[in-house]
């Protein structure tokens, strides 16, 4: 197999060889002139789409940091951590802070080794698709699998690193490879790397049959269901909702649903509701490098990330909803009872050299007013009121005017831990498999997202009822009572259906990677004024940094075109 590396770019440049994959996948050397493709293929065409799998959550050693670099990490924190789900808790050497607080660069290790990743998974997975044939039956399963994750890598990172498909698709995307050997290096279009994407997952759909084990290999309702959520981004709702409906045939949308969400995510391999995973042993356990290490303290784990106070206020609506009760675990002091007095967390802005800092400070509640619900309290020697405010005529929200801003608080017991002064919540979705607290198979879908693209594509199409139904059933298996359930008649002061939807969507898949993109592919605003080291501010969805740069060992080789801004 003759490669000429001289045309060839960065990402290529540390592709590794099939044959090798066969033993290992570290996959550093390059490829050989000793084996044709063919023979491979023969052979070890499923230990290969293994080690496709494998690098989604091996370390690899990227300018020089080895220990926590896997691609499982870096995605869900970039896909994350810039979002309005998160609180950032303290400064970090992590290149995970410059994603929280959209000061990335083009040579940190994440934008990096997520972009040589990704590109090293379509490298091995374009050597199947030219070696494997179609007509043959023992060869469909690996080769549908090849066309899912090719297709699943494309869109990674063109969501990652370049604009929303919504923001027009003449938008420079990313590099689309769908050939072993690449002579002609450029940035294709945004709208031709969907039409691949969508191309690839129909022939996925078509070649894919039930899953060859657990949920860390896909199935073609896996196909189906990435075939949905790519729908929805390019606003295409006709076909979303009938991708959906060919999945679902007869079966009633709780039926796909587990049936216990408090364990689900300790047993995504196993459960019904996954649709793809990336799987993983206990040996793999990555511990305080993992992704769960960052949201929960336990087992060792650093616990400095977490849920946004406008979040947890969402949750707070229905205190009983089993996503916050099961997921979300507050922390207290230690031999510290409970007070009657209510601490006050508010704010208190101060210009650091390098970063906006936003501390929030305990304010004793002194003060509580039995007939207006509202507070009063003392700050710096002056008195406020912290006003009880009826969210969409049903929900309480306590609302302080402070230096002329009209702030959202949180009242909240005295005996709170807290870091650096903000309330500790530690967040569970990634953890307490096999037991440890540390170790997970991080969900890449799941029917509960594939249900909620549809539901949005109704409600975005007028079908109100079916939109609703589905959001019902997602609440209903959260735990939500009868009376926080929706109808026409009864909206919970809502606008319109589609409000409703987003913040179900909000609520079901907080933390799993998909707020960030919810946000901007509707051309909507992140706000980020909330309590966290994170800037206070509003991020423009017109602002360039919502998107990442191409990584410096990219462009400076192959020439192609920077993101604007960096």
């Known amino acids: 197999m003759k490669t000429t590396f001289e045309n060839r770019f960065f990402r290529t440049l540390v592709l590794g060889t099939l044959s090798l994959c066969t033993f290992s996948c570290n996959l550093d050397y390059y490829p050989s002139d000793e084996q044709s493709s ?6 070890a065409s499923s230990t290969i789409m293994d080690g496709c799998y494998a690098l ?30 998160i609180c950032l808790s303290g400064k970090s050497t992590d290149p995970l802070f410059q994603a929280t607080t959209y000061t990335m660069t083009d040579n940190l290790q994440n934008v990096g080794t997520l972009w040589m990743v990704g590109y090293k998974i379509i490298y091995m997975t374009n050597t199947l698709i030219e070696s494997l044939d179609p007509d043959n039956a023992a060869d469909k399963q690996i080769l549908g699998e090849a066309y899912f994750m090719r297709a699943l890598m494309h869109l990674n990172l063109v969501t990652l690193y370049a604009k929303p498909y919504s923001f027009g698709t003449s938008n420079p995307g990313i590099p689309l490879d769908t050939v072993v050997i690449v002579k002609d290096i450029k940035r294709n279009s945004v709208g ?40 929805l981004y390019m606003e295409n709702y006709s076909e ?6 060919t ?29 793809f995973c990336i799987a993983h042993m206990p040996t793999e356990d990555r511990a305080q490098s993992s992704i769960g290490s960052m949201y929960n303290g336990d087992g060792g784990g650093w616990g400095e990330i977490y849920p946004s106070a406008p979040l947890l206020n969402l949750y707070e609506r229905y205190p009983m909803d089993r996503r916050y009760t099961e997921f979300i675990k507050p922390q207290y002091k230690k031999n510290a009872a409970p007070s009657a007095t209510l601490g006050v967390f508010i704010p208190n802005g101060t210009a650091g050299s390098d970063e906006r800092r936003d501390i929030v400070s305990p304010c004793p509640a002194t003060t509580y007013n039995a007939v207006t619900g509202n507070y009063s309290c003392n700050i710096g020697g002056t008195d406020y009121t912290i006003e009880n405010r009826l969210v969409n005529g049903e929900y309480t929200e306590y609302h302080l005017n402070y230096k002329n801003e009209d702030l959202t608080v949180r009242i909240l ?26 170790l997970s198979s991080p969900v890449v879908l799941r029917w509960a997202e594939v249900l909620l693209n549809a539901a949005e594509a109704y409600a975005r199409t007028g079908n109100d009822t079916k939109a609703l139904d589905i959001v019902n059933a997602i609440r209903t298996r959260a735990g939500i009572p009868a009376e926080g359930l929706f109808s026409a008649a009864n909206m919970h002061g809502y606008a319109n259906t589609t409000d409703i939807v987003m913040d179900e969507r909000r609520l079901e898949l907080a933390f799993e990677g998909h707020r960030m993109f919810d946000v901007y592919r509707n051309k909507q605003d992140m706000d980020r004024r909330y309590p966290g080291l994170q ?18 060992a990219e462009w400076t080789v192959s020439h192609i075109e920077q993101n604007p801004g960096y």
């Open 535 to 552: 800037p206070w501010k509003v991020v423009r969805y017109t602002d360039p940094y919502i998107q990442y740069p191409i990584p410096n």
């Open 413 to 438: 017991p005295n005996n709170m831990d807290a870091r650096n002064t903000y309330p500790k919540y530690f967040v569970t979705k990634f953890g307490y498999q096999d037991g440890s607290a540390t």
């Open 192 to 231: 031709e790397v969907y039409d691949q994407i969508v191309a690839d997952l129909r022939t996925a759909a078509k070649l894919l049959g039930k899953s060859r084990g657990n949920a860390g290999y896909p199935s073609r309702d896996a196909a189906l269901g990435l075939l949905s959520r790519v729908y």
């Open 56 to 85: 989604m959550k091996d370390e690899i050693e990227y300018l020089g940091w080895p220990s926590g670099n896997t691609y499982c990490r870096h995605y869900f924190q970039m896909a994350e951590f810039p979002s309005d789900n």
């Open 240 to 245: 979303c909702i009938a991708t959906v409906n």
């Open 247 to 275: 999945m679902l045939g007869s079966a009633a949308p709780e039926s796909k649903l587990d049936d216990n969400i408090a364990t689900y995510f300790a047993n995504a391999k196993t459960s019904k509701e996954t649709l």
């Open 38 to 43: 063919e023979a491979i293929m023969k052979d």
